[in-house]
Nanobody
Framework: QVQLVESGGGLVQAGGSLRLSCAAS????????MGWFRQAPGKEREFVAT????????YYADSVKGRFTISRDYAKNTVYLQMNSLKPEDTGVYYC?????????????????WGQGTQVTVSS
């Protein structure tokens, strides 16, 4: 089993920045890919960004490209999501996910483990 714990969410004004962290523990050596998803109120959960633990194969949703950066600290088993130029439409619960697959995916069912989520609220 793999446990994922997100942190770093909060309330920020439009144009501001936040950095989310996802600490992984347990049998993390089995996981290859880490991802971030988000769910806005009344909407389905959507893909945000993904990376391999190696740092290769990084992909972003078009809606966050150029504003968000996913990175990882392999030694700390932690993945980060740096979010800049935040917009009200970025509001939602942000989830960290881990996958046993080799190829990074953009769909929920591509991931095997999920964190509990952290709330991000962007005010206008």
């Amino acid at each position: 089993q793999v446990q994922l714990v997100e942190s770093g969410g909060g309330l920020v004004q439009a144009g501001g920045s936040l950095r989310l962290s996802c600490a992984a523990s347990g049998r993390t050596f089995n996981t290859v890919v880490m991802g971030w998803f988000r769910q806005a109120p009344g909407k389905e959960r959507e893909f945000v960004a993904t990376t391999r633990w190696s740092g290769s194969s990084i992909y972003y949703a078009d809606s966050v490209k150029g504003r968000f950066t996913i990175s990882r600290d392999y030694a700390k088993n932690t993945v980060y999501l740096q979010m800049n130029s935040l917009k009200p439409e970025d509001t939602g619960v942000y989830y960290c996910a881990a996958s046993l697959a080799v190829v990074p995916g953009r769909r929920e069912y591509d991931y095997d483990y999920w964190g509990q989520g952290t709330q991000v609220t962007v005010s206008s």
